[in-house]
Each structure stands twice: as C-alpha cells, then as structure tokens.
C-alpha cells in the first residue's frame, strides 16, 4: 500500500524536530506547510548531520519515510532493462540511481567519503546519502576512521546501502578536472571504475549500475568521461571473463545520447 500524504506528514513532524534537537536548534514549522516544503527542510537537516548515533525512534521513522518514498519513484529491477544488442554484458538505463534494485549502485563521492553536505543539492552523492538514510554517512565514517586518511582519487570503497533498493553502495573518488583532464585525469577516470567492478567481483555481486562519474561539479568533458568509462568496463570484463551485469545509469538527455551511441542503444 503506497503511503499517504498524511503519514509522510506525520512522519516528517516528528523527524524534524529530533534532527533540531540534536544540534539545540530552534526551528518553528509552519502547519500549512506543504510534505514537499518539509521533506526540503528534513533533506537540509540529514544532509549537515553530523555522523553520530540516531536513536531507535528516529532511525525507525526516517526508515519508513524513505522506503515509502522510494516506493513511489517505482523501483527497477536490473533484470528489466534491455541489454546492448551489440554486447550484452552492458545496459543502458535513464534514471534515478536511489530506485535501482541493483546488487550495487556507484556513487561518485568526495576524498572524504562522508556525503554531499551541501543542503538539497542535485549531486548524485547527496541523493545517495539522503535516501539510504543517516546510517550510511555513519558506516562511511567508520570506514574512514579505520583508514586513516582521505580516500585516493581513483579507488573505492564499499557499504551497505541501507533503505535504498540496492544491497549496497561503492563509492569511488572521481579526478576533478576542471574542464581540462590531463593524462593522469584520464588514467584516474579509468581507475575508478575498475577499481568498483574489482570490488563487486570480491563481493561476488551479480550486478552493477555505474554513475556518470566526475562529470558533475568535478568537470569532466561528458563525451570524453563515457569513452572511457565503456572502454575501460569492456576492457575489465574481457580480461576477467567476468559474468556481473553492467549497467550504466544516466540522468540528462545529452549523457543519454553519448551512451546510446557507444553502446548502440536506442536512446528513445
């Protein structure tokens, strides 16, 4: 049963105010208003959260919220989408990475590995963050508090993906060029993506969706990031005789154009 209006309310009214009292902030919440206006005000909290522990309570609600609205987006399954006629190991599917059912979803992450803190900004890692839920910034902090510093560009990392409809998230550290990748760029590119299907194959997964990594606020030319990114999967799966279902998810209509063409996909 798909969840109402009203009890996204309800939830949000008691969410909100823990997320304030955590940081002895103050908030007046307007009655009137809109499950949207207060979901941009609980995705704003979530997102500058600090990693520390979340009562049971909470941890309860913000579940049933965000499973609820993944719901609603209608979640695909990696068995579902068309694969390439011409190389049927890859597929192309436009659409929101948080409501794919994939054993993995890559996340283009920061050096930090601690999400996107930025308050309801359109990056794929803040998307990622706020509807697995609190708990993937937390596990991301273990992970970084273990390793001892920053993450290398061009390597990956992988946790649970919490309420989102895929079994976990890998994250990996895109170059960040600027609009002018150099070789080492282009080398780092490569690797982030082989570095996440080494990490699916150790942890025997049966398929992955990769993100249009470092194409974003990282500045890599789009058409150049796709060559690469089909270049160097091909590459990993001829050498490995690997048999994981790739899949390659895109957002915007010129990233779907480039990818129909080298996969030799329809587009419409």
């Not at 091909?234 to 129909?260: C, G, H, M, N, P």
Request: aromatic share 6%; glycine share 6%.
């Amino acid at each position: 049963m798909a969840m109402t209006e009203e009890r996204k309310r309800e939830l949000l009214l008691s969410l909100i105010p823990e997320l304030c009292a955590e940081r002895d902030m103050r908030m007046e919440i307007d009655a009137v208003s809109s499950v949207d206006e207060l979901f941009s005000t609980f995705r704003a909290l979530v997102n500058t959260r600090p990693a520390i522990p979340a009562s049971e309570a909470f941890l309860s609600g913000q579940d049933e919220l965000l499973q609820g609205m993944i719901a609603e987006k209608g979640i695909v399954e990696v068995g579902d989408i068309a694969p390439s006629a011409v190389d049927p190991r890859l597929c192309l599917w436009r659409g929101d990475i948080t409501a794919l059912a994939a054993d993995a979803i890559v996340n283009a992450a920061n050096s930090q590995m601690l999400g996107c803190w930025r308050p309801g900004h359109h990056c794929i890692d803040n998307a990622i963050h706020t509807f697995a839920g609190v708990q993937l910034r937390m596990e991301c902090a273990k992970v970084m508090d273990a390793q001892g510093h920053e993450e290398p560009t061009g390597s990956a990392k992988i946790t649970k993906a919490y309420n989102l409809p895929s079994r976990h998230v890998i994250h990996t550290v895109g170059p960040i060029a600027s609009g002018h990748p150099t070789a080492l760029h282009r080398a780092q590119l490569a690797s982030c993506y082989r570095s996440c299907l080494e990490l699916a194959d150790r942890s025997r997964l049966s398929s992955i969706a990769l993100c249009c990594i470092g194409t974003g606020v990282f500045g890599f030319p789009q058409e150049e990031a796709a060559e690469i990114a089909v270049r160097a999967v091909r590459e990993w799966l001829d050498a490995t005789r690997s048999q994981i279902t790739v899949v390659f998810d895109v957002f915007s209509d010129k990233d779907l154009e480039i990818y129909s063409s080298l996969l030799d996909i329809p587009s419409s």
